[in-house]
Antibody
Framework: EVQLVESGGGLVQPGGSLRLSCAAS????????MHWVRQATGKGLEWVSA???????YYAGSVKGRFTISRENAKNSLYLQMNSLRAEDTAVYYC??????????WGQGTMVTVSS | QSGLTQPPSVSAAPGQKVTISCSGS????????VSWYQQLPGTAPKLLIY???KRPSGIPDRFSGSKSGTSATLGITGLQTGDEADYYC???????????FGGGTKLTVL
């Protein structure tokens, strides 16, 4: 079964750091582009970051310079290192697989809460 | 970052048809494929339509997509109460080098 499972979310103080992980299974992880998408409670989807199969990276303007996306193909894992966290980063973070020009597989999400 | 424009809500009776619009610009919807996602309450989004008008395996043909110029449309026929959800459009923005989503449309089946 094709599956993405996020972990690493939790409560962190403003200015703090958190590292999210996404474990992929059921497909050849290294051949797919992967993204992170977040959703604040009661709000819409917001794209965060992407990493290509070749390692090229992209970031939303709101997180550029603070977040770093990476992957470890040998471990079928995707990561999101989040630094200098702000209250507005509070959201459910989804790990997403790209298939063609769309997001075909979504994880269940991991909740990040930035609060003092 | 600029997002795509969707109506906040639409509603229709069971069995009826509804359309949801998604408006963008030449750098996103006008030049890239649009996809649509359904998010049922408390769950992760699910791919409904890709490449403007194609349905993944398992998606019923009650769901359809189209695109003209810088606008895309999701159509749902034979509405069921189980279709009540939030629907999002998304695409790549070539100017921003970023993915952009619409704000989401809440579908109510009366």
């Amino acid at each position: 079964e094709v599956q993405l499972v996020e972990s690493g979310g939790g409560l962190v103080q403003p200015g703090g750091s958190l590292r999210l992980s996404c474990a992929a299974s059921g497909f050849t992880f290294g051949t797919y582009d992967m993204h992170w998408v977040r959703q604040a409670t009661g709000k819409g989807l917001e794209w965060v970051s992407a990493i290509g199969s070749a390692g090229d990276t992209y970031y939303a303007g709101s997180v550029k310079g603070r977040f770093t996306i990476s992957r470890e193909n040998a471990k079928n894992s995707l990561y999101l290192q989040m630094n200098s966290l702000r209250a507005e980063d509070t959201a459910v973070y989804y790990c997403v697989r790209v298939w063609g020009n769309a997001f075909d597989i979504w994880g269940q999400g991991t909740m990040v809460t930035v609060s003092s | 970052q600029s997002g795509l424009t969707q109506p906040p809500s639409v509603s229709a009776a069971p069995g009826q048809k509804v359309t949801i619009s998604c408006s963008g610009s030449s750098s996103n919807t006008g030049s890239n494929y649009v996809s649509w996602y359904q998010q049922l309450p408390g769950t992760a989004p699910k791919l409904l339509i890709y490449d403007n008008n194609k349905r993944p395996s398992g998606i019923p043909d009650r769901f359809s997509g189209s695109k003209s110029g810088t606008s895309a449309t999701l159509g749902i026929t034979g509405l069921q109460t189980g279709d009540e959800a939030d629907y999002y459009c998304g695409t790549w923005d070539s100017s921003l080098s970023a993915v952009v989503f619409g704000g989401g449309t809440k579908l109510t089946v009366l």
